[in-house]
């Protein structure tokens, strides 16, 4: 019988592999579409990964199936964008896979009547709120862990994004910004212990009115409004609740990145740094990371100090 487990444990500290226990769907708006999209989330099973499927689509299940995997991602313009061998697309899917990162996801099934993940309310809080409704439970795989064995580093321009071999799960990221409204911030925490949903799931994407201006002029952004975005009008907020965060939107920058590297196939051991980063260079950092076997080594979860870490309170929250 497999066994229920707490979102504390399977941050990234449970030895096993999870997925969610039951099947959920919702809707919601697409942030460039502007249509309501439905969404079904389905327990995968054992190495299945993270795996959308396109049900508005009149193919068979491989070909309207896409991978959630750095090497997949075809654009990182907007947003983070995979799309499969045979053309197929799904757009936005970084606020979702930083829920499935933070609460210890490790495979699942996502199916999609439309291209892209529904933005919500622009954070990841409410796929983390579904996720927990579905219940998670482990199975009968130990989970890999990908560790960082020495120092991998991307520049472009003014952006910066790097790994370093640690034995936690950390992230932190540095913004700066001309705008007085946003300016330079930072933000870092660890991904052990659930961290995650209270540090930064709640984090809203933003943007600038004059940039929300020309996506519209573009057919894009349609979905987009002040119930899913932090807007900046020059220097000011125009969202008459403010900001969840002072440092609201470095917070989502690290969920951004949460997401990215999620696309690895993995739960990290090592630290993420992240300079004026975003979705493009989180991408090349992957790619960078994979070119060389000696840059990385796969582990089972026993080989790691997470065990170390959560040991004694396990028992807590496993039920057979």
């Given at each position: 019988m497999n066994n229920l487990v707490s979102p504390s444990i399977t941050s990234g500290n449970h030895p096993w592999q999870t997925t969610i226990l039951k099947s959920k769907s919702f809707n919601g708006i697409g942030l460039h579409s502007g249509n309501l999209i439905k969404?079904?989330?389905?327990?995968?099973?054992?190495n299945t990964g993270i795996v959308f499927i396109r049900t508005d689509i009149d193919k068979k299940i491989k070909e309207r199936s896409i991978q959630a995997l750095y090497s997949n991602v075809s654009d990182t313009s907007l947003c983070t964008t995979i799309e499969n061998k045979y053309g197929i697309k799904i757009s936005t899917i970084e606020h979702l896979m930083a829920a499935f990162n933070?609460?210890?996801?490790?495979?699942?099934?996502?199916e999609l009547n439309g291209p892209e993940v529904p933005i919500m309310d622009g954070s990841s809080l409410p796929f983390i709120e579904i996720i927990e409704d579905c219940g998670i439970q482990s199975l009968k795989m130990k989970r890999k862990i990908l560790k960082i064995l020495r120092k991998i580093e991307v520049t472009v321009d003014n952006k910066y994004c790097s790994f370093t071999p640690s034995s936690d799960q950390k992230f932190s990221v540095e913004i700066d910004f001309e705008n007085e409204a946003v300016g330079k911030q930072s933000a870092s925490t660890s991904l052990t212990n659930y961290n995650f949903k209270n540090f930064a799931s709640n984090a809203r994407t933003f943007g600038f009115i004059k940039d929300v201006e020309y996506m519209r002029s573009q057919g894009l952004g349609l979905g987009g409004s002040i119930d899913n975005c932090i807007i900046v009008d020059k220097n000011e907020i125009i969202n008459p609740e403010g900001l969840r965060h002072e440092n609201e939107f470095s917070r989502h920058k690290l969920l951004d990145a949460v997401g990215d590297i999620y696309t690895s196939g993995y739960r990290i051991q090592g630290s993420y740094q992240g300079l004026r980063c975003g979705h493009y260079i989180n991408n090349l950092l992957l790619h960078e990371?994979?070119?060389?076997n000696e840059n990385y080594e796969i582990v089972e979860y026993s080989d790691t100090p997470y065990q170390e870490f959560n040991r004694g309170i396990e028992s807590n929250y496993l039920a057979s």
């Open positions: 969404v079904t989330l389905k327990p995968g099973r054992e933070g609460a210890g996801i490790d495979n699942i099934i996502i990371l994979f070119k060389s």
